[in-house]
């Protein structure tokens, strides 16, 4: 009888770990831009690897999904990513400030960057700051619009530009984060001009994006 009660116990443990596991993900759109090409021919971006990339802005507009409760449903999420050598490699060094929307709620706010710390850490880093502002988040037919009003901003086209390389284009490298049908875009514009993270910095007219689906 014992041993059955335990049995028991261990399958009714297991089905709450299975319900937790379980539960809902946070789903939605998400484009990332940096300061170095992951589209383009290898000698292109092999010469970027020592000079560039050490920069990111990463946007996610979440459409679906709730974090201990709290809905999220319609947060839009920036974060601007700074390290002390390019991002592919692993060993870089990582800081970033968050900026979710202003019309999200307090709760909203610390359900959101609890998840992303939690499920986009290595991404991230160390998050130096949480801050509160405008942001935009337009997804339309052919290119990302993304705006963090008076810090941040993206353009990013759906699809890629043929730039001066002459070699075979590749991709290089894959999103930060877990993207479904992760597909690379032509940076029409990106910056980033806020205070304390990093030096400012823009790029135009690269292949140095990636999009899709995203899910934490």
């Not at 130096?128 to 337009?138: Q, R, Y």
């Not at 806020?194 to 990636?210: E, K, P, R, Y």
Request: charged content about 20%; some cysteine.
């Amino acid at each position: 009888m014992k041993v059955l009660q335990l049995g028991i116990a261990a399958l009714a443990v297991g089905l709450s770990a299975g319900a937790a596991q379980a539960a809902p993900a946070v789903t939605g759109d998400y484009v990332e831009s940096r300061s170095a090409n992951v589209f383009v021919g290898a000698c292109h971006h092999e010469g970027e690897i020592l000079t560039a990339g050490r920069n990111a802005v990463l946007a996610w507009n979440i459409t679906d999904g709730s974090r201990d409760g709290v809905n999220l449903k319609g947060v839009r999420v920036v974060a601007v990513v700074a390290a002390d050598k390019h991002l592919e490699f692993a060993d870089a060094k990582r800081r970033s400030v968050v900026y979710v929307d202003d019309k999200a709620t307090s709760e909203q706010r610390e359900a959101v960057t609890s998840l992303l710390k939690e499920r986009s850490a290595s991404a991230l880093g160390e998050v130096v700051a949480v801050k509160s502002a405008p942001v935009s988040f337009d997804a339309g037919a052919d290119m990302y619009r993304v705006h963090v009003e008076g810090i941040a901003y993206l353009k990013i086209k759906k699809q890629v530009g043929e730039l001066c390389c002459k070699q075979p284009y590749e991709t290089w490298g894959k999103p930060f984060v877990t993207v479904k049908g992760v597909k690379t875009g032509y940076c029409v514009g990106v910056g980033y001009k806020d205070v304390g993270l990093l030096q400012s910095w823009s790029a135009t007219d690269q292949n140095n994006a990636f999009f899709g689906e995203f899910t934490l």
